[in-house]
Nanobody, 124 residues
């Protein structure tokens, strides 16, 4: 059974940084895509960043140059380093995974497995 557990959310002032983690268990595929999404109340879940099993990275335009996705294969953990945070980044962040390449990573339907989410709040 696949489980994804996020951590690292919290409150920070504008311009600050946070590092999200996603511990994956039961997810052992040679080909995969893992990603981060965010969803504000009343809005669509938005793809933030993704990484595939070959280490190729993808980012939403809104976070390029500020956020960095990475993974620790040995610990089966996904990370999202978020720098230069602004109040617009305030929302719930979700970890996602799928046993496939990241061809359509920005679409919610691409992923089969989801974490419960972690809240990020950025104050001005």
């Amino acid at each position: 059974q696949v489980q994804l557990v996020e951590s690292g959310g919290g409150s920070v002032q504008a311009g600050g940084s946070l590092r999200l983690s996603c511990a994956a268990s039961g997810f052992t595929y040679s080909v995969y895509c893992m990603g981060w999404f965010r969803q504000a109340p009343g809005k669509e879940r938005e793809g933030v960043a993704a990484i595939d099993s070959d280490g190729r990275l993808s980012y939403a335009d809104s976070v390029k140059g500020r956020f960095t996705i990475s993974r620790d294969k040995a610990k089966n953990t996904l990370f999202l380093q978020m720098n230069s945070l602004s109040p617009d980044d305030t929302t719930m962040y979700y970890c996602a995974a799928d046993a496939n390449w990241c061809d359509n990573w920005a679409k919610r339907g691409h992923f089969s497995y989801w974490g419960q989410g972690t809240q990020v709040t950025v104050s001005s």
